[in-house]
């Protein structure tokens, strides 16, 4: 397992993350307005835009086993919302080719919704690592090594007394962050009547889950909620 210097390496990173998500509700739901074909052949861009922009404001990236898994990792007090960097890392571009819809999910109900959990679950001038994105090679998934990754993130930031947030998109990954330790903090709903679980458009539809974790040392394996 490897820290990379991040920036040189983000085509790497983009290289497991972009297949590892095309399925991936929340994406789906974000990137709406691309039909499946083209949402497919836009995420390499949309990672790279991403990542880019992590890593330009101090963001982590770790690898497992030349490349088959990897994790972005944001450190405390991090984010992507920097302006300054927004040109640099592409993603200025990316926001005006999906359109305005997109960019109203991206960045006013998905992250204000997350906010809105942050605040809730985290405690008075606690500053966790944020895990951005983890994602492993669909020929390599259940062999233990995105769980091997979250050690790592756990394991720095236990020994600087502070906590990891995530925001789980998907299930299976709910599940390993629960045996990692991490605990529930609120179930986020983006998109209830529009679409279905799996993101795409729906009459009624109950809606794509966000599952809002944070890991604390020594903490125990109850929800907070």
């Known amino acids: 397992m490897l820290f990379r210097s991040p920036t040189e390496h983000v085509s790497q990173a983009v290289d497991v993350l972009a297949p590892?998500?095309?399925?991936n509700p929340l994406n789906t739901y974000l990137?709406?307005?691309?039909?499946p074909v083209d949402r497919r052949a836009y995420l390499p861009e949309y990672f790279t835009a991403l990542l880019t922009q992590a890593t330009l404001n101090g963001g982590y990236i770790f690898e497992h086993s030349n490349w088959e898994s990897c994790m972005i990792v944001l450190p405390p007090g991090g984010g992507v919302g920097n302006p300054f960097t927004l040109l640099q890392s592409g993603l200025v571009g990316l926001l005006r080719k999906v359109g305005l819809t997109c960019v109203k999910r991206m960045l006013g109900e998905f992250e204000g919704a997350a906010k809105k959990a942050?605040?809730?679950?985290?405690r008075k001038g606690e500053v966790p690592y944020y895990l951005f994105f983890i994602g492993t090679r669909a020929d390599r998934q259940g062999q233990g090594l995105g769980g091997a990754l979250l050690e790592e993130v756990c394991e720095r930031a236990g020994?600087?007394?502070r906590s990891v947030w995530v925001e789980s998109t998907s299930r299976g990954s709910w599940r390993l962050f629960r045996r990692m330790g991490f605990?529930?903090?609120e179930e986020v709903v983006?998109?209830?009547g529009k679409v279905g679980e799996a993101g795409y458009g729906q009459v009624g539809g109950p809606g794509v889950t966000l599952w809002t974790?944070?890991?604390r040392n020594g903490g125990d394996r109850k929800s907070v909620v």
């Open 159 to 161: 020994r600087e007394g």
């Open 20 to 23: 590892a998500f095309v399925d």
């Open 213 to 215: 974790m944070v890991w």
């Open 190 to 192: 983006l998109g209830k």
């Open 31 to 35: 990137l709406n307005t691309l039909d």
């Open 183 to 185: 605990v529930d903090v």
């Open 118 to 122: 942050r605040k809730r679950g985290l």
